[in-house]
Structures are given as structure tokens and as C-alpha cells.
């Protein structure tokens, strides 16, 4: 794991130096080399110093920030017939053998292959191919890894994480589109959908079949994502989402380790304790203050690279958790991201099928769903990679998502006020013998259950600012540093 860029210099002159400058920008713990590469050479060191004395002379270069997680990961670029490639991500269920080399040796034929990567690999991942004059770069279905592009007079670039290229000058910064693949030259970008979501009609289908079946594909999710594992870590709140995808996890016969972080004296964490003693799994409480959060906020700032008062209320605890997980030297955490979006779990959605209708209220369930990429998990994928951490997500695949999509709103929510919601979600807790005060338990979202927004909120007021002014405040200061 690691990071990847990939760029073009539209005046046909040597990126090198451009390249090796947007790989210093995603350096991050746990770096153990730097590698860049044109379609012909690859040069790899370990540190960015001695990458800058390498010259791979080519308007077209790709580079690779490369961190270990598991020992059969290995650095890159890597070679692959007349081109080169560097990959970043999983493809499940794992190996023992490295995904970049496995994705090379797919790749020999690339472009036809390439197109059956992203069509047929159930994954979380990003990649590029320096190939000739031009990039062909692609990211997983479901967008679960980080990938941006631009582009300016003079470049057009990729990367994992849109600081390397506003360091080469590029302003407006884009997330790759899921399930795309992008031909790259000196025109700039062509993207070509390859697999995405499509909207559909309602399915008619029963809440016991429903339960039954999202049982199993849930079950089947999990499976895959801890292939491999002894031990893992799952991000742990104590309600239905984390809940289900701890007990999932324990009967496969994993290590499972639940780790709560929140500020002082929120009830949630006793909620948690008490779930935990019913999973029976060991829970690892870490608790903070309100200086906490504010010495934490321009870092999770800068890495979540947005200064939205949502992401970042969110981004705090899930900082302090993928922090926590790397202490205790686990290496994967779970957590219940897409659940939300998927089935039905936010409360403005009943206030959406009052006011519209349930047909207005599944486009808003898809359009929610395309968008999850962006809204949640890019902020905390680069949040864990920064700890060197590996975030895996089970909620997350396309066959759960198609599913979601067919599902009837009734399945989702109850058509009243403050009615529950995620009720086939609530159906497989149900099912899998989860206790009735797990089953029902009301949604509370995290950045409110940790009491981290009402403290960011403090902090604004303390300043005589808005949240959102403090935390753009907050923001600019850190880029001014760093760019």
C-alpha cells in the first residue's frame, strides 16, 4: 500500500522532476521507498532524495510511494511488456502473493486486460500505465480508494490524493469517476465507463428474503475481506452496523479486536461496553478531551484535504481510530461505511418521503449511493493510510450495492416520523440472534455520539466565529504551510 501518481507533461518535456515533486507531497508514516518510472525504465530508492538524482527522461511518468503493510507487498513501479505500472490497493479475496504483481501479470496484454480488471476484480484499488505517449489509469467499482485528476497548461496528472497536484499547479481537482478507465495524453483526459451502477425500479421481494439474502451476501463480503487474517481491528460504535460486522467477523474465526474512541462522558460509550459484553469480544476504550480536538483538526484537515465541518467532525474520531489501530499493530480495521446510504439510515430520508414520495425518495437513495465515494470513503481511507493502516470495507461491493438500489423504500424505512430505518439491516441483526436493544437501537451519528461536533462548535464560538469559518480558517493556515 502506499500512494500512486501519474502524470503527462503536455509540452512533450521530462516530468521527471515534476513526478518525484508530487511524490513528496504523499509521504506519509511507514514509507519504505519512492519509485518513478517511464514507459521504458524504472527507478526505485529509498528515499525521495536519491529518486531526485534518477532519470527516466519522458513526458509520460508514473511513480509509487510504497509502505508495507504485509510482507509480501512490494515496491514499484514494475515493468509489464512495452509499458510500466504502478498499482495501489487489495483485490479480494487476498493472497499471499503481492496485488501489483498479480494485477502485472494480468496486465502483459494490457489493454484489453485492463478493461477486465476493473470489470471483473472485486477490490478496493487504484492504478496507472505508462504506456507510449499516453497514461491509461483506472479505479475499483465501488470507489472505495482514493484517486483525483486534473489538469493545467502544462500537465495532466493522477493521484492518490488531490496535494500532489495543487503542489504542480493544478487547481481544480477531481475525483476519478468509479469503475472508469481514463486514456491520458497531452489533449488531456478520456474517461470510458467500464462497470458502474445503473438505476432500477423496485424489486417486489418480501423483509424475511431480503434479510436472508443481504445475510448472505454480507456474509460473503466478510469473507473475502479478511481472507488471510488472524487478527483484526473493527472501528466500533456499539450500533447496528459495527455490531454486525464484529459478530460476522468473530464466526470466521478472526481475532476480533473492537476499538471505541470518543471525547469524556458521552452515553454512547457505556452503549458500546454493553454491546461488546454481548458479542462477547474485548473493547478497547480510548477516551480524549476538548483539547484534543482542536490540536488534532489541521492534521485530519490536511489529510482529508477538504475543509467541510462535516468531514472533519467525522474525521477526528476516525483519525483517533486508525491511530489506536496502528498502536496495537493491527494492520486491517472493518468498518460499516455504505450502510447508511445503502439502506436507508439517515433521518432526513423520512423527512425526504414525506415531503416527495417514495419514487423521488430511491432516486435520492442512488444518487446518495453514487456518490459515497466522496462523501465518506475517501476521507478515511487516507486518514488509515496515513497510519498505515489498511481500511476495508464490508458493506461495500457492488452486489450489496445493486441490491440496495432494487430494494423497496418499505425495506429501508418506516413511513412516519422519527420512524426506524435500515430495517433490513435490522432484519439481519434479527437473524443472526443479536439482541433486541442492538436490533433496534436508533441511529446516532458518530461526530455527534463522540461529541466532537458540539466541541468543534465550542471552538467556533470561543473564536466568535461560525464552524464553518473556523474550520476554512483552519484550512487555509495548514495549506499555506504545506503547499
Known amino acids: 500500500m502506499g500512494a500512486i501518481i501519474a502524470i503527462v507533461n503536455k509540452r ?8 518525484v515533486a508530487m511524490l513528496k507531497m504523499l509521504k506519509h508514516k511507514g514509507v519504505e521507498a519512492f519509485g518513478v518510472a517511464s514507459p521504458t525504465t524504472v527507478k526505485i530508492e529509498k528515499s ?10 519522458s513526458p509520460v511518468v508514473v511513480g509509487h510511494v510504497f509502505s508495507k503493510i504485509f510482507t509480501h507487498d512490494k515496491p514499484q513501479p514494475i515493468k509489464v511488456d512495452d509499458a510500466t505500472l504502478v498499482f495501489d490497493g487489495r483485490i479480494y479475496p487476498t493472497t499471499k502473493v503481492s496485488d501489483a504483481e498479480i494485477v502485472a501479470k494480468k496486465l502483459q496484454n494490457h489493454k484489453k486486460a485492463i478493461k477486465n480488471l476493473i470489470e471483473e476484480s472485486e477490490g478496493c484499488f487504484a492504478f496507472a500505465v505508462a504506456d507510449s505517449e499516453k497514461i491509461i489509469a483506472g479505479r475499483d467499482v465501488m470507489g472505495v480508494h482514493p484517486f483525483y485528476y486534473g489538469e493545467n497548461t502544462d500537465f495532466a496528472a493522477l493521484a492518490s490524493e488531490r496535494k500532489a497536484l495543487w503542489r ?6 477531481n475525483s476519478f469517476p468509479p469503475g472508469n478507465m ?21 424489486k417486489q421481494i418480501t423483509m424475511q428474503a431480503a434479510g436472508k439474502k443481504l445475510q448472505e451476501f454480507l456474509q ?6 479478511v481472507s488471510g487474517l488472524r487478527e483484526v481491528a473493527v472501528a466500533f460504535s456499539g450500533g ?3 455490531s454486525i460486522i464484529a459478530f460476522l467477523a468473530k464466526n470466521s474465526g478472526l481475532d476480533v479486536h473492537l476499538i471505541h474512541v470518543s471525547l469524556e462522558n458521552q452515553p454512547e460509550t457505556e452503549q458500546a461496553k454493553k454491546t461488546a459484553e454481548k458479542l462477547e469480544l474485548p473493547i478497547h476504550f480510548y477516551l480524549y478531551d476538548e483539547e484534543d480536538v482542536e490540536k488534532i483538526l489541521p492534521k485530519v484537515l490536511w489529510l482529508i484535504e ?15 481510530i486508525a491511530e489506536k489501530t496502528a498502536d496495537m499493530d493491527f494492520k486491517v480495521v472493518l ?12 433521518k432526513r430520508y423520512v423527512n425526504d418521503y414525506l415531503r416527495y414520495g417514495s419514487e423521488k425518495l430511491r432516486e435520492t437513495f442512488f444518487n446518495d449511493i453514487l456518490k459515497m465515494h466522496e462523501t465518506n470513503f475517501e476521507r478515511d481511507f487516507k486518514i488509515c493510510n496515513f497510519h498505515n493502516v489498511e481500511l476495508r470495507l464490508p458493506f461495500v461491493t457492488y452486489q450489496i450495492a445493486k441490491f440496495a438500489i432494487e430494494l423497496p423504500v418499505e425495506l429501508k424505512i418506516k413511513m412516519k416520523d422519527n420512524g426506524l430505518r435500515k430495517l433490513v439491516l435490522r432484519q439481519v441483526a434479527e437473524n443472526l440472534g443479536l439482541p433486541q436493544f442492538i436490533a433496534k437501537k436508533p441511529k446516532r451519528a458518530i461526530q455527534y455520539a463522540t461529541g466532537v461536533n458540539k466541541t468543534l462548535k465550542k471552538s467556533a464560538t470561543m473564536k466568535e466565529m461560525l464552524m464553518k469559518e473556523y474550520i476554512q480558517e483552519t484550512f487555509q493556515t495548514i495549506l499555506k504551510k504545506m503547499i
Open 182 to 202: 481514463a486514456f491520458v495524453d497531452r489533449n488531456g483526459f478520456k474517461f470510458k465507463p467500464i462497470k458502474t451502477l445503473v438505476y432500477s425500479r423496485a
Open 240 to 242: 447496528l452496523d459495527s
Open 306 to 320: 477538504e475543509p467541510d465541518p462535516i468531514k472533519a467532525s467525522i474525521g477526528i474520531p476516525f483519525y483517533w
Open 48 to 57: 525521495i532524495e536519491a529518486l531526485r538524482n534518477q532519470n527516466v527522461d
Open 168 to 173: 504542480i499547479g493544478i487547481k481544480t481537482v
Open 12 to 19: 512533450g518535456e521530462n516530468a521527471t522532476e515534476t513526478a
Open 220 to 225: 460473503c463480503s466478510i469473507k473475502e475481506k
Open 335 to 346: 468498518a460499516g461505511h455504505g450502510a447508511d446510504e445503502l439502506f436507508g439510515g439517515y
